[in-house]
């Protein structure tokens, strides 16, 4: 019976900021436990930024394929107006012609070879005149642009 009333998608959507444990109870998908394990991931971690945090939830990223997503369908990501910046601060690029290896690092995505082929290169070389020129590393071209093109946006010459 309980089954046959829990929340069916709609307009009526559950913002998972501020739902209750019992709120969250009544989504199809989520028993008491999961429901539990949200309210207190949110308590220890602050509010949700979007709904593909929810995998991140202990018991949450486990489900069969495809529930999550259906859970999903009943669940709406309200962020109150302070919590938010006006536009998040896209973080500094690095500049490849003056970087050190440590700098390099902290580049997702960029690891401690990567780095030091990097300041080789220069130090071989000289200056990068592009950033395309990345592609002609080693390590870079081995790639899919797929997994060079997040890094290039992350750096500048």
Partial sequence: M?????????PGKVDLNS???DQLHEIRGIGKSRALEIVRYRDKHGPFMSLD???RVP???DMPWGELDQVKQHLVVRVAGEDVAPT??????VDVNS???EELRSVEGIGAERAQEIVDWREKYG???DIGEL???????????????????RLRV
């Fill in 2 to 10: 309980a089954k046959q009333t829990k929340a069916k998608a709609g």
């Fill in 19 to 21: 739902a209750t444990a």
């Fill in 53 to 55: 945090a929810l995998a």
């Fill in 59 to 61: 018991h949450m990223g």
């Fill in 88 to 93: 998040a601060p896209e973080a500094p690029k």
């Fill in 99 to 101: 970087a050190n290896v």
């Fill in 127 to 129: 200056r990068f005149r």
């Fill in 135 to 153: 592609d002609t590393l080693p390590h870079f071209k081995d790639e899919p642009e797929g997994q060079r093109a997040p890094i290039k946006a």
